[in-house]
């Protein structure tokens, strides 16, 4: 069985008896003024915003409302990075993926563009989320980095993001650094366990055929939208109807894919719910892999990311290797796939 959870940040255990650890016991225990990879920096937590029964995005604020440093406006050109949040009683710290600054703010009213925003699922026993879930507003909250997880080309041109739960945080980040970018064009396939995390999801591409067999054909791929409720499968219909409200992350990933049209060439989103049964197919990638070979040019990755069995079934299990963990071989879905000359990354 796989295991459930989104992979595992590493955890920093403290174990500072020793005069050898005592610069890095001070470094750990001192707050730092500005957010930096090596000491922690104190945020205060302003907002706690529910996406669903287990997640919430929660907004940090620099307690002393500094500016973000440079590295952070560098990290969001770059690709995929996180920080560390720590966890101060076990003195422990996890990873979590900063979630693209809201469109509509620019430092006017309410958040700030240099307010941190993460998407944080509570875990079951899990201890430094459940301690996250529980603080409650204007705590303060510990951060290290920005941590870079993953560098997209300079010539990237085309992404497909596998993103299963919180995985879609990665995928806003790629989509937010793509949607600057002339000529490129993405496609995130995002799965979850249960319709509460993205009420209101309505893909943009419609199955031509029974929802739950899409592999019979697609319209409105990148795009190419129009589909009247009257041309779409039963099943859509329903969704559409019982979903008046569309949830915190679905709206954001709209206005993303709005931001993008501007100036690159289109995010397209598709949802998949495991309890609607809809999963993502391999003819789904497939799909997407011939819509997009067509563009000529240009470095072309399929990037996944999410719960640790969600990115072995699709491209077979990461590596510690040397005290690191590395991509390891090709394996899953997509190692079985013709990928043409597109790259996997497992994030
Ligand atoms: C680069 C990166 C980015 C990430 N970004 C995000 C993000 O944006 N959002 C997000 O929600 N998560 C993200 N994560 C995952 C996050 O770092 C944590 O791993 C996650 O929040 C769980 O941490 P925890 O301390 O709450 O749980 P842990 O205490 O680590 O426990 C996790 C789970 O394992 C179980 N468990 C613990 N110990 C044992 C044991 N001995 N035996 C059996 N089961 C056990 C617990 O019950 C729990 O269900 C990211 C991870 C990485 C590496």
């Known amino acids: 069985m796989p295991p459930r959870l989104f992979r595992r940040g590493p955890v920093v255990a403290l174990i500072f008896g020793t005069s050898a650890f005592g610069g890095a016991a001070y470094r750990w225990l001192k707050p730092s003024s500005s957010l930096n990879p090596h000491d922690f920096t104190p945020y205060t937590l302003i907002d706690k915003q529910r996406v669903s029964s287990t997640s919430s995005v929660f907004t940090l604020r620099h307690s002393e409302d500094a500016a973000s440093p440079e590295s952070i406006s560098e990290v969001w050109k ?12 076990l003195q422990i710290a996890r990873a979590y993926t900063p979630l693209p600054p809201k469109p509509e703010t620019h430092g006017e009213d309410g958040d700030d563009v240099d307010d941190i925003r993460l998407l944080i699922r509570q875990e079951q026993g899990g201890e430094v989320s459940t301690y996250l879930h529980r603080l409650p507003d204007l705590s303060t909250i510990e951060l290290r980095g920005p941590h870079v997880e993953c560098e997209l ?21 790629v989509a937010q650094a793509l949607g600057q970018a002339a000529g490129t064009r993405m496609s995130v396939l995002w799965a979850n366990r249960r319709r509460e995390e993205c009420v209101g999801g309505v893909g943009d591409v419609v199955p031509t055929g029974d929802v739950q067999n899409n592999s019979r054909g697609w319209k409105n791929l990148f795009g190419l939208m129009g589909q009247s409720p009257a041309q779409m499968p039963a099943g859509a219909i329903a969704h559409e109807t019982s979903r008046s409200e569309k949830g915190v992350i679905v709206q954001e990933l709209e206005a993303l894919k709005t931001q993008s049209k501007a100036r690159s060439n289109g995010l397209e989103v598709q949802y998949y719910v495991d309890e609607d049964k809809t999963f993502i197919k391999a003819s789904d990638v497939a799909t997407r892999l011939q819509a997009q070979n067509k563009n000529e040019g240009g470095s072309k990755i399929i990037l996944v990311s999410g719960p640790e069995g969600f990115i072995e079934y699709w491209a077979g299990k990461k590596v510690w290797t040397g005290g690191r ?8 879905v997509l190692g079985q796939m013709d990928l043409n000359g597109w ?3 497992k994030l």
């Open 325 to 332: 963990e590395v991509q390891g071989p090709l394996g899953g």
């Open 78 to 89: 770059r690709g995929v990075w996180s920080l560390q949040v720590k966890q101060p009683q």
């Open 153 to 173: 080309p300079q010539d990237v041109k085309e992404v497909i993001f596998l993103a299963g739960g919180t995985g879609i945080a990665p995928a806003m980040q």
């Open 343 to 345: 790259r996997v990354i």
